[in-house]
């Protein structure tokens, strides 16, 4: 690929501070607002590391350095995160060697930094900046799966929780409170259809025996007791 003349490109690429065409920012923001967060590091690296006699062009750059530079694994720097900022329009190759590579910008470096403060002081942008249409359907599953992965474990803290709410409730109950509780739980199952044999009768019972302490945990907020048989 042959890379254009500073001459040819200068004056597309370079703006003075407070001068900048708006909608250059707007163009750069729609092309970077994609990009994962190790995408943003290596952009804002190449930007820091442009050719002095050609601003539009990054100094030549191996792997390596582009590695040590940012943190970044070579194999995520080379099937990722080049990849997405060539398919974004956000750099092209201008020449290639067994030293490295040089990179054309498409923005001038001021852009390129109010793009990547912009995106680096984005809480969405810290965890994520891909948009939904960006997701393929793996990410989704992966996702999906950490997502149930997490409420599954919050409904386990809070089933844990609740017991521990139950047992502190019933530790403070008098012997004919508990019972007045049982014998409300067998009623409740007992009036019920479709239950033929009593011992299908008893896991009911004890259901509803809890469903009833979580009823009277909430009622004695309001001041009210658990009778007692008489």
Known sequence: MQAPSQSETAPSLSFPHGARRPETLVQA???AHQLHPKQVLLLDFLNRHRD???PNRTV???YARLHEGTGITVDHIRRNALHRLFRNGLISVVSQSFAGTIYQLAFDRETIEDVVRQLQGSSAAAQYTRTPEALTLGDLTKDLQAIETQLSLLRQIHAQRQELKRQEFVSHL???QLQWLAS???AAVDAQEGIRFV???FPHYEAQR???????ILRRQYGEQVPAVT
Do not use: Y
């Open 199 to 201: 011992r299908d009768r």
């Open 52 to 54: 002095p006699l050609v």
């Open 210 to 216: 809890i469903a009833l302490i979580d009823e009277w």
């Open 60 to 62: 030549r750059m191996s």
């Open 174 to 176: 008098s012997s004919d």
């Open 29 to 31: 923001l729609t092309a």
């Open 184 to 186: 409300q739980a067998k």
